[in-house]
């Protein structure tokens, strides 16, 4: 059972108690483990599968140690990795909890960490990081997509001078942005398909076409053709004919990205079916 480690402080970790402990508390068969709720600022994120052979891989976990992590261990399976910082600006009340497959984040809860003392780099110091910094990484845990991430601290390389962030921000703009979009059409479908239950046969199938006509507009790369195929033989399935399909799926086809001429292609093939 670990053993709660007292006098955590703001200004970095005691890496000498806890490396003249450890070898006499392994002789014993004794761990230590550190209560996060006792050091209210410490947020402590848990990485799995991201050490192979007593290396780093994985663009997120590398990115963490080279540009973000300040004090890091690898934890006690040898192939994941503990990363601690501490955060600034913030209520004595304020905490954070996500996780998701394979990562874990933590500030001032009741989650005790089990200590190694395998540390990447012996002299390493536990540095700042501000509140906002820390819920868009909780968010991002909690989500699974790490492009807010990545935004942020591309943002902040920005900042410091390095005019190479600039592509990667645009570019990462650009792709949730594109996301955005899409989450309000998938919305806004949703609110249609509920509506459309109570409708009338020939109403329903008006809201039918609008449905496959959003998922056409809201299709991602890669899935644009085949989401156009399929809503062109489903409004054939309602007995539309291909006039109508062409009415109502071509607009959503050219938002979504595809040509005049191809999108044209692609629901003259559902039609021609057998």
Not at 15 to 21: G, K, M, P, W
Not at 30 to 55: E, T, Y
Not at 235 to 260: C, F, K, N, V
Request: hydrophobic share 40%; net charge positive; with cysteine.
């Amino acid at each position: 059972m670990g053993r709660p480690l007292k006098g955590w402080q703001a200004s970095g970790f005691p890496l000498r108690v806890v490396e003249a402990a450890l070898p006499r508390l392994r002789e014993r068969g004794a761990r230590i483990s550190i209560n996060l709720k006792r050091s209210p600022r410490l947020l402590a994120l848990d990485m799995d599968n991201c050490v192979q052979d007593g290396k780093v891989v994985g663009r997120l976990a590398l990115e963490f140690v080279s540009d973000f992590c300040t004090l890091a261990e690898i934890s006690m399976s040898g192939k994941g990795l503990h990363i601690f910082a501490v955060v600034v600006g913030v209520e004595k009340d304020f905490s954070l909890s996500a996780r998701n497959e394979g990562v874990e984040l933590y500030l001032n809860t009741s989650r005790h960490i089990t200590l190694t003392g395998d540390y990447l780099v012996p002299d390493a110091s536990i540095l700042p990081i501000v509140a906002e910094d820390a819920q868009t990484l909780a968010q991002c845990v909690e989500s699974g997509d790490w492009r807010a991430w990545w935004l942020l601290r591309a943002q902040r390389r920005l900042a410091r001078g390095d005019e190479s962030a600039r592509e990667e921000i645009e570019l990462l703009q650009a792709q949730l942005a594109r996301e955005a979009k899409r989450e309000a059409l998938r919305a806004s479908i949703d609110t249609r398909i509920t509506r459309s239950s109570r409708l009338s046969p020939s109403r329903r199938s008006e809201s039918r076409v609008v449905q496959r006509a959003g998922e056409v507009a809201a299709a991602p790369e890669g899935a644009r053709n085949n989401t156009l195929y399929s809503a062109a033989c489903s409004l054939r399935a309602i007995g539309r004919d291909i006039e109508d399909a062409i009415a109502a799926l071509l607009p959503a086809a050219l938002r979504a990205g595809l040509s005049e001429a191809e999108a044209r292609r692609t629901i003259e093939s559902a039609y021609r079916r057998r």
